[in-house]
C-alpha cells in the first residue's frame, strides 16, 4: 500500500538550533502534503499546506518565518524550526494526498517528535 | 466554521466489552468522515470513512455510520480486545485543499 515516510522519528536538538523534519512519499506522487502537530492530549492541528512548486499555506497563527516548509519535488516536503525553542517541542506529522486521486485518501507519516533542549 | 466534536476520555473497559465514542460535527455543505487510530509510538492511521450521508464505514469489527440529521459519525465495536487499546481521532474533511480537521482522541485502555 501507499507509504509516506517522515524522518527523523526522534530527534532531540539545542535551543536556538534549527532542525529539519522530512516527509516522502514512497510509492507515489504528492501534489500536496499536509504539516500538522500535535501537543500532549490534545488534537492535530493543521500548521501548514504544502503545495509541489509554490509557497506553502499557513495557518493562522502560525509562523511562516519559524516554520519553513519547501514542497522541492512531488515525493518530498521538508518542515525546518528554526531557532528552536523548547515551547517548539511537539510531535509534527505530515500527510499527503496521492497526485491524481479524488482526494478522499490521505496517507499519514509515522511522526516525527521534536524535543528542544 | 468546521468542527468535530468527540467525547473526552480516557475510556477504561474490559475485554469483550461494547465500545462507542461519540463524534459530532459541524461543517458546511457536505464532508467525508474519518475515524484514524494512532497506537503508541506509532503515526496515525485511517481506520474507516464515509463520504456521504447513511453511509457506513467499517473495518477491524469497528463501525460508524455519517448520520446528517444528527451530525454525528460515532465509532462502535461489538467486542473490543487489548489490541484495540489506543488512541481514536474522529475527523471531517469538507475544506477544498484537502486538509482534515480532527477531534481532540479519544484514548481507549482495554484491560483483559
Known amino acids: 500500500g501507499a507509504v509516506v515516510s517522515q524522518h527523523p522519528s526522534w530527534v532531540i536538538c539545542k535551543s536556538g538550533t534549527s532542525v529539519k523534519i522530512e516527509c516522502r512519499s514512497l510509492?507515489?506522487?504528492?501534489?500536496?502534503m499536509f504539516w500538522y502537530r500535535q501537543f500532549p492530549k490534545q488534537s492535530l492541528m493543521l500548521m501548514a499546506t504544502s503545495n509541489e512548486g509554490s509557497k506553502a499555506t499557513y495557518e493562522q497563527g502560525v509562523e511562516k518565518d519559524k516554520f519553513l516548509i519547501n514542497h522541492a519535488s512531488l515525493t518530498l516536503s521538508t518542515l525546518t524550526v528554526t531557532s528552536a525553542h523548547p515551547e517548539d517541542s511537539s510531535f509534527y506529522i505530515c500527510?499527503?494526498?496521492?497526485?491524481?486521486?479524488?482526494?478522499?485518501?490521505?496517507?499519514f507519516g509515522e511522526g516525527s517528535w521534536l524535543t528542544v533542549v | 466554521g468546521n468542527s468535530v466534536t468527540q467525547m473526552e476520555g480516557p475510556v477504561t473497559l474490559s475485554e469483550e466489552a461494547f465500545l462507542t465514542i461519540n463524534c459530532t460535527y459541524t461543517a458546511t455543505g457536505y464532508p467525508s468522515l474519518f475515524w484514524y487510530v494512532q497506537y503508541p509510538g506509532e503515526g496515525l492511521q485511517l481506520l474507516l470513512k464515509a463520504t456521504k450521508a447513511d453511509d457506513k464505514g467499517s473495518n477491524k469489527g469497528f463501525e460508524a455510520t455519517y448520520r446528517k440529521e444528527t451530525t454525528s459519525f460515532h465509532l462502535e465495536k461489538g467486542s473490543v480486545q487489548v489490541s484495540d487499546s489506543a488512541v481514536y481521532f474522529c475527523a471531517l474533511r469538507g475544506g477544498s485543499q484537502g486538509n482534515l480537521i480532527f477531534g481532540k482522541g479519544t484514548k481507549l485502555s482495554v484491560k483483559p
Open positions: 500527510s499527503a494526498i496521492p497526485r491524481g486521486s479524488r482526494g478522499n485518501t490521505i496517507y
Open positions: 510509492d507515489f506522487q504528492a501534489t500536496t
